[in-house]
Each structure stands twice: as structure tokens, then as C-alpha cells.
């Protein structure tokens, strides 16, 4: 696909549903008493994959033009699959979905596609079998990964990296668990899981780093609104705030303060972004209005990294742009994505022109030359795809995207928005 560079962007638009909302709808819909109805649902590849994971389990789900109706089955209703459960590229599917399977009662085996094959799976399997699952992978760390039936018990786990999967999966498992499950984490990671089990009536506690889940009898179905994916209207932040003369408003964006570290990065890096229409239903959300201006670099690092760990890739495109150094550390988690995506953005930058370094955990960009267009690769990762369309819309000269398809695990419609927005 050709990406040529475009002129200010002007106007309102909305993004799609939160990925990671969207995939626990479905999966404590499926567990809980009652039909649930979730509006503003992803319809992006990763989401269907938790759909079709749950179908593969007895739970009917209907897809209707603008809801996604999932009839639960309760905690105890799911059934044994008759094929092994296939997860696409979704980490979030594969980590949460350990979390429920090791406390069914039948055996069951789950892979995805080559990247999924990738990830490493032991830090899910290790709390996990502490609290009693049995679980099989490839060289006991990757997919396919298998579950026998077992007893759980609940544990305290210090989480060794700061990882909102990882978390999830240990108490959704916690669900089923003899005792309380107790997780410390070392930063503060996306809570989604947290407050929807509340909204669903689980007796959860959050004590600074510590959450502790008492387990329930059942979990009462309730209708779930889920806003704007912040990490999809990321990209038209960066742009909008990199693209001489824009004015972009996008509307209904999630601002959950564990994901909104993207807002304070470039609002520190010089942004003018601004918020209206706040609201705060189980999660809150707001308008996002970004005005072109002049950035400059920063440093990013510590506990803000799990805030915005989705976004970096599309924050080194800003910083690209941004007048001097801008130094990203801390970021090691960004290797084991969907791809390496600290040796995928430096490469990709390189070839654009931008002096950029490599760092053990992130990356220094020395920004402020403008970039130039490039045909560029996206390792198969719809946020590396995304993240350099951006860059070719700002660019000198013209651009090609290798697979722009990919961005069909996120958002869909990205390149007919950014088509729209154009004219
Ligand atoms: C997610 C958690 C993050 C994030 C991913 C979605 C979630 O992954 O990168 O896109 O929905 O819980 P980690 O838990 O590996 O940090």
C-alpha cells in the first residue's frame, strides 16, 4: 500500500472498541449467570478469536450490528471443545484463557499462529501451577500449550514483570480456587480485569501494588459499554499533534489512568491535547482534541512504561519528529509482542532517515530532521503497521506498507479513517 504524506487533519472521528476490554466482556460473560450485551464491541481479529474460543466451548454468542450478545453459562457450564482451541495472534486470549482453563474440569489444548508460537507462556504457567494446574508446552514454554484437570488452590504471587495478562490470568484462575488469591505488582498494570469482576459482583480489593480476589459462587451477568481503544486513537494523537495545521477530535476514548501514559508522554514531549465530555461509568472516558504543535524529546521510563506499553512504538514515530533526544528505557517487554518491536521500530525509523540507536531495553531517537518516505516492513504486527503509516503521513515523499491487512487485529478500519480524514 502506498502512504503518501498528507495534509493537516481536521475533523471528528471515533476509534474502535478497547481490545483488551472487549476480550474480558466475552470471557466473563461466557462464566457469568445471565446474558450480557456489550456494546461497542472490537470486532478486530484478536477479539473474534476469544469468540470463536468460547463457541468452541458451548457458550452461544451472537453477533448483531451493534451489540455482541453472549448467553453465560456460569462458572461451571463450560464444555469440553472437540478440537484444539486456536488463539490467532491474541496474547491477551492465550494468557487469560490459561487463567480459566486450568480450573475446568476437562482437558484441553490451545495454540495460535506463528507469532502466538513465539511468546513465552511460562510466566503463566508458573504461578499457575503453583496454585495446582497441571499444564504442558512446548519446551514448557510456549504453544500449544495443554491443560489437565486439577484443583486450585489460591496463592500469593509477586509478579516478576508488570504485565496486566499475566495478572488476569492468575486471578481468573483465582476464580476457581480454594482461598483467596493474592497478586503484588510492581507496577501498576491495565485493571480492567479488576473492575469488571466488581461490576460483576466478585468481592476484589485493591491495596496499593496488592489485589486480593475471595472466590465467588457465581458472577451475575451485566451489560458492558465498552469506550474507545486509547491505544487505536494513539495514532491520530501522535499524527494530529505532528501534522502541521491538524485539529482532531476523537470522540467516546477510554482514559483509564493504568493506559493513559500516552496522554502524559505527549503532553510532556509539548502536545496540546485536551479533554472534554469526562464521564465515569465502570470505566471512564472522554473526548480527546489534539492541535498541532512544536514537541521536543523526553525520557520515559519506570512505572509509566506498563501505561503505555502498546503505544511506544508510536510514540518513537513522535519523537522522531520531536527536537532532540528522546530516550525510551525499561521497555524490555516490548521484545516479546507481537514482534520484537524495539528492533522493528529502530529498523523501520532507519530506513526513514532518523538517527536512532538500539538499547538493551528501549531505544535513543535523536529527533528533528524531518524523516523521509521508505518502503517499510510490519513484521505481520498490526501496531508496527499502523505506527509507520503515521510516519509516511508526515514524511517527505511517498511510502509503501508492506501488509497493511494486520491492522485487522486491532482496527479494522484504521486506512479508510485516515482515507476519510484526507479529504
Ligand atoms: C493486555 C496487556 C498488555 C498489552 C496487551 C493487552 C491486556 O500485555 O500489551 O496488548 O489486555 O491485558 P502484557 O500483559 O504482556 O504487558
Same mark, same amino acid.
Given at each position: 500500500?502506498?502512504?503518501?504524506?498528507?495534509?493537516?487533519?481536521?475533523?471528528?472521528?471515533?476509534?474502535?472498541?478497547?481490545?483488551?476490554?472487549?476480550?474480558?466482556?466475552?470471557?466473563?460473560?461466557?462464566?457469568?449467570?445471565?446474558?450480557?450485551?456489550?456494546?461497542?464491541?472490537?470486532?478486530?481479529?484478536?477479539?473474534?478469536?476469544?469468540?470463536?474460543?468460547?463457541?468452541?466451548?458451548?457458550?452461544?454468542?451472537?453477533?448483531?450490528?451493534?451489540?455482541?450478545?453472549?448467553?453465560?453459562?456460569?462458572?461451571?457450564?463450560?464444555?469440553?471443545?472437540?478440537?484444539?482451541?486456536?488463539?490467532?495472534?491474541?496474547?491477551?486470549?492465550?494468557?487469560?484463557?490459561?487463567?480459566?482453563?486450568?480450573?475446568?474440569?476437562?482437558?484441553?489444548?490451545?495454540?495460535?499462529?506463528?507469532?502466538?508460537?513465539?511468546?513465552?507462556?511460562?510466566?503463566?504457567?508458573?504461578?499457575?501451577?503453583?496454585?495446582?494446574?497441571?499444564?504442558?508446552?512446548?519446551?514448557?514454554?510456549?504453544?500449544?500449550?495443554?491443560?489437565?484437570?486439577?484443583?486450585?488452590?489460591?496463592?500469593?504471587?509477586?509478579?516478576?514483570?508488570?504485565?496486566?495478562?499475566?495478572?488476569?490470568?492468575?486471578?481468573?484462575?483465582?476464580?476457581?480456587?480454594?482461598?483467596?488469591? #493474592? $497478586? +503484588?505488582?510492581? @507496577?501498576?498494570?491495565?485493571?480492567?480485569? =479488576?473492575?469488571?469482576?466488581? /461490576?460483576?459482583? %466478585?468481592?476484589?480489593?485493591?491495596?496499593?501494588?496488592?489485589?486480593?480476589?475471595?472466590?465467588?459462587?457465581?458472577?451475575?451477568?451485566?451489560?458492558?459499554?465498552?469506550?474507545?481503544?486509547?491505544?487505536?486513537?494513539?495514532?491520530?494523537?501522535?499524527?494530529?499533534?505532528?501534522?502541521?495545521?491538524?485539529?482532531?477530535?476523537?470522540?467516546?476514548?477510554?482514559?483509564?489512568?493504568?493506559?493513559?501514559?500516552?496522554?502524559?508522554?505527549?503532553?510532556?514531549?509539548?502536545?496540546?491535547?485536551?479533554?472534554?465530555?469526562?464521564?465515569?461509568?465502570?470505566?471512564?472516558?472522554?473526548?480527546?482534541?489534539?492541535?498541532?504543535?512544536?514537541?521536543?524529546?523526553?525520557?520515559?521510563?519506570?512505572?509509566?512504561?506498563?501505561?503505555?506499553?502498546?503505544?511506544?512504538?508510536?510514540?518513537?514515530?513522535?519523537?522522531?519528529?520531536?527536537?532532540?533526544? #528522546? $530516550? +525510551?528505557?525499561? @521497555?524490555?517487554?516490548?521484545?516479546?509482542? =507481537?514482534?520484537?518491536?524495539? /528492533?522493528?521500530? %529502530?529498523?523501520?525509523?532507519?530506513?526513514?532517515?532518523?538517527?536512532?540507536?538500539?538499547?538493551?531495553?528501549?531505544?535513543?531517537?535523536?529527533?528533528?530532521?524531518?524523516?523521509?518516505?521508505?518502503?517499510?516492513?510490519?513484521?505481520?504486527?498490526?501496531?508496527?503497521?499502523?505506527?509507520?503509516?503515521?510516519?509516511?503521513?508526515?514524511?517527505?515523499?511517498?511510502?509503501?506498507?508492506?501488509?497493511?491487512?494486520?491492522?485487522?487485529?486491532?482496527?479494522?478500519?484504521?486506512?479508510?479513517?485516515?482515507?476519510?480524514?484526507?479529504?
Amino acid at each position: 500500500m502506498q502512504i503518501q504524506p498528507c495534509g493537516p487533519l481536521r475533523g471528528e472521528i471515533t476509534v474502535p472498541g478497547d481490545k483488551s476490554i472487549s476480550h474480558r466482556a466475552v470471557m466473563l460473560g461466557a462464566l457469568a449467570n445471565g446474558t450480557t450485551h456489550i456494546t461497542g464491541f472490537l470486532m478486530g481479529e484478536d477479539c473474534l478469536s476469544t469468540i470463536d474460543c468460547f463457541r468452541k466451548m458451548g457458550v452461544e454468542i451472537n453477533i448483531t450490528d451493534d451489540e455482541v450478545i453472549v448467553e453465560g453459562v456460569g462458572l461451571h457450564g463450560l464444555e469440553a471443545p472437540s478440537e484444539a482451541l486456536y488463539t490467532g495472534n491474541s496474547g491477551t486470549t492465550t494468557r487469560l484463557l490459561c487463567g480459566i482453563l486450568a480450573g475446568q474440569p476437562f482437558t484441553v489444548t490451545m495454540s495460535g499462529d506463528p507469532s502466538i508460537q513465539k511468546r513465552p507462556m511460562g510466566r503463566v504457567m508458573k504461578p499457575l501451577r503453583e496454585m495446582g494446574a497441571s499444564i504442558e508446552g512446548k519446551n514448557d514454554n510456549f504453544c500449544p500449550l495443554t491443560l489437565f484437570p486439577s484443583e486450585l488452590h489460591g496463592i500469593e504471587y509477586r509478579l516478576p514483570v508488570a504485565s496486566a495478562q499475566l495478572k488476569s490470568a492468575i486471578l481468573l484462575a483465582g476464580l476457581y480456587a480454594e482461598g483467596q488469591t #493474592t $497478586v +503484588i505488582e510492581p @507496577a501498576p498494570s491495565r485493571d480492567h480485569t =479488576e473492575r469488571m469482576f466488581r /461490576a460483576l459482583g %466478585v468481592e476484589i480489593e485493591t491495596n496499593g501494588s496488592t489485589i486480593t480476589l475471595d472466590p465467588p459462587e457465581d458472577l451475575h451477568a451485566v451489560d458492558i459499554a465498552v469506550p474507545g481503544d486509547i491505544s487505536s486513537a494513539a495514532f491520530f494523537l501522535v499524527a494530529g499533534a505532528i501534522i502541521p495545521g491538524s485539529e482532531l477530535t476523537i470522540k467516546n476514548v477510554g482514559v483509564n489512568p493504568t493506559r493513559t501514559g500516552v496522554l502524559d508522554v505527549l503532553r510532556d514531549m509539548g502536545a496540546d491535547i485536551t479533554e472534554s465530555n469526562f464521564r465515569d461509568e465502570a470505566e471512564p472516558m472522554c473526548d480527546l482534541t489534539v492541535k498541532y504543535s512544536k514537541l521536543h524529546g523526553v525520557e520515559i521510563g519506570g512505572a509509566i512504561i506498563p501505561r503505555l506499553i502498546d503505544e511506544l512504538p508510536v510514540i518513537a514515530v513522535a519523537a522522531a519528529f520531536a527536537e532532540g533526544e #528522546t $530516550v +525510551i528505557r525499561d @521497555a524490555q517487554e516490548l521484545k516479546v509482542k =507481537e514482534s520484537n518491536r524495539i /528492533a522493528a521500530m %529502530v529498523a523501520e525509523l532507519t530506513k526513514a532517515g532518523v538517527d536512532v540507536e538500539e538499547t538493551d531495553d528501549g531505544m535513543i531517537v535523536h529527533g528533528g530532521a524531518k524523516p523521509h518516505g521508505a518502503s517499510f516492513e510490519t513484521y505481520k504486527d498490526h501496531r508496527i503497521a499502523m505506527s509507520l503509516a503515521v510516519l509516511g503521513l508526515a514524511a517527505e515523499g511517498a511510502s509503501r506498507i508492506d501488509e497493511p491487512e494486520v491492522v485487522a487485529i486491532s482496527y479494522p478500519d484504521f486506512f479508510n479513517t485516515l482515507e476519510r480524514l484526507g479529504d
